[in-house]
Structures are given as C-alpha cells and as structure tokens.
C-alpha cells in the first residue's frame, strides 16, 4: 500500500515515478552539485562556487517542478538526452541568471559617452565619422540599450544628423531579449529616468510605459553566449561595448577568455565599459585604463 504522501505521475523520461514528500525539500549532493556546475560552466562559463549551492538549488527547482522531474540528477539526464534538449538550455538559462536593470542605470557611462567619446572619435575621423556601432553585451530586458538611443537622440543626432547609429543589444537568456524586442515596460524599470525622457519617448498604457517607435528602430536585439567563440566571432566590431555585471558570474578562466573576445569585437581605440564593482586587473593587460567623471573605461591599445 502506497504512503499517503506519495503520488503517482508520469515524467519527462518516460517513466512513472513514486515521489515522497514535496520537492522542495531537495537538495544538491555534493557530487550532482559538482556535476550541475560543470555543465553550466561547459555551456556558459558561468561558474558557481561553493557557497552558491543553495542557489542553484532553488533555481533548479523551477524547471524540476515544472517538468514534473523528480530529481536533480533526472533533470541533468533530461538536458543532456531529450530531443528538447535545446529549447529547455533557454529555459535553465532563464532560471539562472539574474536580470536586475532599469534605465539610465549608469549614468556616468551614458554620459561618458556623449560627451566625450563620440567627440573623440569624430575629431580621430577628422570630422568624417560616418556610423557609431554600440553594443550592450548584456542588455537584460532592454533598459540600457534604450536608454544609449534616447540620449545618442537627444544630445548626438542634432548635432551630426548624418551620422548612422547602430545599437545592439545581446543577452544569453531569450525571455529578457523578447521583453526587449516588444519594448514594453514596467514602473520599476523607468524609476530612475528623468523626466524629460520618460515624458518624450514613453507612452503610458494602463501600469506599462511603451517606448518610442523612433527610439525602438534604432536598437536590434538577439540571443548571444558570450562563451560562445563562434557566436562572438559573428557579432561584429563595435566602437563602445558596453558589458556590466557579468564577470562577476566567471572564473578567472572564462572571464580571459571573455574578455580576450570582447578585445577582439572592438573597434581601434574603441571603449569597453564593466560594472562598477569588476575590474580588468589580473584579467587583461590589453586595455588602457581611462577616467571619466564620475567612472572609468577600458580603451583598446
């Protein structure tokens, strides 16, 4: 006679399985914990250290819970065997990564560029640069690439209407990236946009602020690992990239490789810009540190 807390179900793997008890109260073995973390770091380059275990756990559970796998070690077996193998690495991705961003979230970068790198690389053309190529490399949902557009608009184009803008804005987790392609967004992403901005390219419908048809042509979005070397390679060279908050996610090894490719997708004397709380040091010796108010970048040698 079966337990009363145990149910009877089908799984993903085609088998039926008794399971005891709430999933929730899983938890990673140190070896299927050793085995999850080089699995994403094989397909990513995320590394999940140690005291991040009751992380991956929790995030793990989402995609457990609604695949209707019992197991963590079931799971690993499904991704790596199951014909929607593919569409479910979108899905983990989207599970383990976080996508914190609103816009106009670095302003002293946005500024920095401007004010004084567009100029910089006008007076290096003598005057004659015909496109500026900007990449978000970790665009989230949008926000920063967005907000790059609405101020190249406003404070660039008037002043060199001839000039050809392109923006483009990558992310590994495809659920961020549609959000951005329909560029609609919440309160809490437009919190710290000022006024002049929010009133001129955002249209409120209902709780949601649209953006600006104008401001949404001028970015293009798509699905991009930044581990990945062949996907790197296709990107393309851009003047400025711009890529915040994700070395923090590596190990010393996939934050060279990294960066060595983001080096390599920059124009000559292009500008890479990191979040406040990374550093190049230890990592790259290829850059020239440069101040600006308020922040720093990195300048291709």
């Not at 996508?99 to 302003?107: G, I, L, M, P, S």
């Not at 690389?121 to 015909?130: D, E, I, Q, Y």
């Not at 390219?201 to 990945?228: A, E, R």
Request: charged share 25%.
């Amino acid at each position: 006679m079966l337990n009363s807390s145990a149910t009877l179900r089908p799984n993903p793997l085609g088998k039926l399985n008794f399971s005891f008890g709430s999933q929730l109260d899983q938890k990673l073995s140190p070896q299927t914990f050793t085995e999850w973390r080089q699995y994403i770091y094989d397909l990513s380059g995320i590394y999940f250290q140690d005291n991040k275990k009751y992380l991956l756990e929790s995030r793990l559970q989402k995609r457990i819970k609604h695949l209707k796998i019992d197991t963590f070690e079931q799971y690993l077996q499904y991704l790596k065997t199951n014909i929607k193998r593919e569409e479910e690495k979108k899905q983990l991705f989207e599970a383990i990564t976080i996508n914190e961003t609103y816009f106009f979230r670095n302003q002293p970068q946005l500024d920095a560029l401007v004010a004084s790198i567009v100029p910089e690389l006008f007076a290096n053309k003598n005057g004659n640069l015909n496109k500026l190529r900007i990449w978000s490399a970790a665009s989230s949902s949008g926000e920063e690439a967005y907000s790059i557009a609405m101020m190249l608009n406003e404070l660039v184009l008037p002043k060199y209407p001839n000039l050809k803008v392109e923006i483009i804005g990558t992310d590994i987790n495809y659920a961020v990236i549609e959000t951005a392609q329909q560029g609609i967004f919440k309160e809490y992403s437009i919190r710290n946009t000022p006024p002049i901005y929010l009133k001129k390219y955002f249209t409120k419908v209902d709780n949601t602020y649209v953006i600006d048809q104008k401001i949404k042509n001028m970015v293009s979005f798509k699905i991009l690992n930044l581990y990945d070397d062949g996907a790197m390679h296709m990107i393309g060279k851009s003047d400025v990239i711009y890529c915040a908050n994700v070395l923090i996610y590596f190990d010393l090894e996939s934050k060279i490789k990294v960066v060595n490719n983001l080096y390599n997708n920059l124009n000559p004397e292009g500008y890479l810009f990191i979040g406040y709380s990374e550093t190049l040091h230890g990592i790259s010796k290829a850059f020239r540190l440069v101040s600006f108010p308020k922040t720093i970048g990195y300048k291709k040698g």
